[in-house]
């Protein structure tokens, strides 16, 4: 079974300019998260979504972060501008294969690490 | 806000060592789940906890979920190299949203 797909698996970009983040949960899954992990603030919940719409999203940092979910299987976590602060390894996680025992067990894609400079 | 004291931070353990570790919030959750993450990827399910009181087991690992909902404790019986890595704790809300603990950093020296 494919897992949740990341893309890209590493970025590195200038300050200032737009990063575009993206994710493919698990098919049938109907929640998606957004996490964000460094060294100093360990793994912070950015966002998450429930069939397509955005629940929680007060663990955004700034305006300058967005997150969009078009569809059942596809979001995107954009910055833009982007700043040094926000290198870290961003991770999407899906979950809720519904009548499946795992139903609210989240299953982490391989992250994509994103050096500002 | 709603914190997971996660703890030990590190620790160094002998190949065949039984290793503990626990989390603690001042929250109240309705499930606890601990993962394992190691180099380059993400995090991966090892152990999920339901209910108050439950003790569930993979292998070699055992884990429980507190009566109080507000910690859990995991352990790992006779550890082997390939039990290293960051291993987290997380708690659930109803919400479907979670916290993670900062982790636990696992070394097993053969």
Redesign the interface.
């Known amino acids: 079974d494919a897992g949740?797909i990341q893309s890209p698996r590493h970025e590195v970009t200038e300050m200032g300019q737009e990063v575009t983040l993206r994710c493919k949960p698990i098919s049938g899954h109907d929640?998606l998260?957004w996490y964000r992990q460094t060294m100093m603030r360990?793994?912070e919940?950015l966002i998450?979504f429930?069939n397509n719409v955005p629940?929680?999203d007060s663990g955004m940092p700034e305006d300058r972060f967005s997150a969009k979910m078009p569809n059942a299987s596809f979001s995107t976590l954009k910055i833009q501008p982007s700043e040094p602060r926000d290198s870290a390894v961003y991770?999407c996680?899906s979950?809720g294969l519904a009548g499946a025992s795992?139903y609210?067990?989240?299953?982490?894609?391989?992250?994509t690490r994103l050096t500002v400079l | 806000g709603q914190q997971l004291n996660q703890s030990p931070q590190s620790m160094f353990i002998q190949e065949g060592e039984d290793v503990s570790m626990n989390c603690t919030s001042s929250s109240i959750f309705n499930?606890w789940?601990w993962?394992k993450q190691e180099p380059?990827?993400?995090?991966?399910?090892l152990i999920?906890l339901y209910k108050a009181g439950e003790l569930t087991s993979n292998g070699r690992l055992t884990a429980q979920f507190g009566i109080t909902r507000k910690d859990s404790f995991l352990n790992i019986s006779a550890s082997i190299p390939s039990d290293v890595g960051i291993y987290?704790c997380a708690g659930?809300f109803p919400?479907?949203?979670?916290?993670?603990?900062?982790?636990t950093r696992l070394t097993v020296k053969p």
Do not use: H, K
């Not at chain 1, 609210?104 to 992250?111: K, L, S, T």
């Not at chain 2, 919400?95 to 982790?103: H, I, L, Q, T, Y």
């Open positions: 949740v929640y998260f360990g793994l919940l998450y429930n629940i929680d991770f996680a979950s795992s609210n067990e989240q299953f982490f894609g391989p992250g | 499930t789940l993962y380059g990827e993400g995090p991966v399910l999920a987290f659930r919400s479907n949203d979670m916290r993670f603990g900062a982790g």
